[in-house]
Every structure is written in structure tokens, then in C-alpha cells.
């Protein structure tokens, strides 16, 4: 029988691996929200583009990244069941380097968000504790169905079109740009909840009670597509109340055809989640940002 050398054990992350270890992909929903917020606030973007960046940066690569990366250290048990193939089951990020990159990037998250003045700086402490909050023992929110995509949703959507009309305008954003940015945040859950449904088996074995593993998947999807709908509702109302029906219409057709995708996904929600994530949800993003200029024309 031929000997074969035993297999060396990796020193130093993979690049590769590092970028996919705070997954790009996920960067969109907060930089999308901090543009909103943006362009909710009503301020004039002349003059103030390197806050508009730089806030944009923090929002994705850097404070989602360090989510991510965060999650995946405190999730590499799960992950070794539903995605062995990730960057620290797989062995391509070695030792604690998940741990080190995630606490690295949460330092260089405060010292950005520094830069955002006071409220700028405010909300990226809440965004850093919230991501340990999320993952990390003893707290381990995404332990709950219900208090863990709340939080994920929070700082996805909320927290960053917060944060993006309070920079611009130096001060706390106006009742009507906070009041939208929480349903937008609300909604959000259930954007959360259809993305547990790609970690069922892990989440069962590893005692993680997300909706799809307590509700089931068929009663986990319904509850998902309701606490998208409403939020959305309520916003199409509130337009109306607020003088502005043409985008209130805008909203309600962007609702409609949700329905329409959502009638797709409950005809099998484990396997259309992905697709529904591709698709319903562009629509969700596409109606925050008309949201957003119809505040901005209030203001």
C-alpha cells in the first residue's frame, strides 16, 4: 500500500475565503436602507457626498461585513451540518481567524462610524452590539424566531435609513422619516424568517428555533408574506394621509404584484424561498426608495 503524505493544515485564511466570509451579497439591504434615509431627510445631497459614501461603506462592506463574519464564528457548528463547505467548517479559514477578522472589522466599524458625527457614531455602536447580540453566547438572539430576524431586520433596514437622514441632517430625522423606516424595519422579519429556511436541518439539530423550525415551513412562509403585506399597507396609507396618492399608487401596485409572487412561493416554500428572495423582495427595496422620495418632497 502507497503512503500518502498527511494533509497540511492551513496557517492563513484563503483570500477567497475571507471576502466569503463576509458575503458581499448581503451587503445591499443596509446600503439601500442608508440611501434612503438620505434621500428621505429632504437636505440638499450638494456638499455632502463624502458622508453619503462613507456612510454607504460603513453600512455594507464594513458593518454588515463584520456581521457576517461574526455569524459565521459563532455559527461554525452549524454551518459544519448545513453549509460545510463555508470558509471555517471547510477549514480554509483556520484556527480562530474567523474570530480575529470578525473582531478587527467591529473595531474598524466604530472607528468609520466615528467619522458620522455624534448620531452617526450612536448608531454604529447599536449596529456592532446588535451583531454580537445576534450570534454570540449567552445572548444568541437568533436563538428566537421571533426576536432574531426582529433585530437582523432592525439594523438591516431601520437602523441605516436612521442613521442616513440623522447624519445629512444633523440631528434626529423627522416623526414621518422614523415612522417609515420602522415599517420598513418590521417588514424586514419576514425577509428574515424566508432566509432561515436555507439552515432548516442545522437550526433543528443545533436547537436554533427559528419560525421555520417551530411553525413548520408551510405556516412559517404565511406568517412571513403577512408581516411583509402589512407594514407595506400601512405605508401606501400613511402617503395618502400625507398628500401623496401618486406615490401611495406606486406602493400599492409594488404590493400587488408581492401577492402575486408570494401565491408562488407558498405553493412550496422551502424550495421557492431563493426564488421569491430574487424577486419578491426587489419589489420591497424598489417601494422603500419611492417611500423615501415622497418624504423627501414632505420635508
Known amino acids: 500500500m502507497t503512503d500518502f503524505p498527511a494533509p497540511t493544515l492551513r496557517r492563513w485564511p484563503e483570500p477567497a475565503a475571507m471576502l466569503r466570509l463576509i458575503k458581499p451579497v448581503t451587503w445591499f439591504p443596509p446600503m439601500w436602507a442608508y440611501l434612503c434615509g438620505v434621500v428621505s431627510s429632504g437636505v440638499s ?26 455569524n459565521d464564528w459563532c455559527d461554525r457548528h452549524v454551518d459544519a451540518i448545513n453549509e460545510p463547505d463555508r470558509p471555517i467548517p471547510s477549514g480554509r479559514i483556520p484556527g ?3 474570530l ?11 472607528i468609520v462610524g466615528a467619522q458620522l458625527g455624534p448620531w452617526g457614531f450612536g448608531a454604529t455602536i447599536f449596529g ?3 451583531a454580537w447580540a445576534y450570534s454570540a453566547e449567552p445572548i444568541r438572539m437568533k436563538r428566537s424566531g421571533w426576536w432574531g430576524p426582529g433585530l437582523v431586520g432592525l439594523c438591516y433596514e431601520g437602523l441605516p435609513w436612521f442613521t442616513g ?48 423550525v417551530t411553525l413548520g415551513p408551510e405556516r412559517a412562509a404565511r406568517a412571513a408574506c ?3 403585506a402589512v407594514p407595506q399597507v400601512v405605508v401606501a396609507a400613511l402617503l395618502v394621509v400625507w398628500g401623496k396618492p401618486l406615490f401611495a399608487i406606486a406602493i400599492t401596485v409594488l404590493i400587488a404584484a408581492q401577492f402575486c409572487a408570494m401565491s408562488i412561493l407558498l405553493t ?17 427595496v424598489s417601494g422603500m426608495m419611492i417611500t423615501a422620495f415622497a418624504l423627501r418632497s414632505i420635508s
Request: aromatic share 10%; proline share 5%.
Open 45 to 70: 445631497l450638494s456638499g455632502h457626498w463624502a458622508l453619503i459614501i462613507l456612510g454607504i461603506i460603513l453600512a455594507g462592506p464594513i458593518v454588515c461585513g463584520m456581521s457576517q463574519a461574526a
Open 96 to 98: 480562530k481567524w474567523g
Open 100 to 110: 480575529y477578522i470578525a473582531l478587527a472589522m467591529s473595531a474598524l466599524s466604530l
Open 128 to 130: 456592532v452590539l446588535a
Open 165 to 212: 437622514a440623522a447624519v445629512l441632517s444633523v440631528g434626529s430625522p423627522s416623526w414621518p422619516v422614523i415612522t417609515i423606516a420602522a415599517l420598513y424595519a418590521t417588514g424586514a422579519h419576514g425577509i428574515m424568517t424566508l432566509n432561515d429556511f436555507k439552515a432548516l436541518e442545522g437550526d433543528r439539530q443545533t436547537g436554533v428555533n427559528s419560525l421555520p
Open 226 to 228: 403577512w408581516v411583509m
Open 268 to 284: 412550496d416554500p422551502k424550495a421557492r424561498a431563493p426564488w421569491y428572495n430574487a424577486t419578491g423582495v426587489a419589489m420591497y
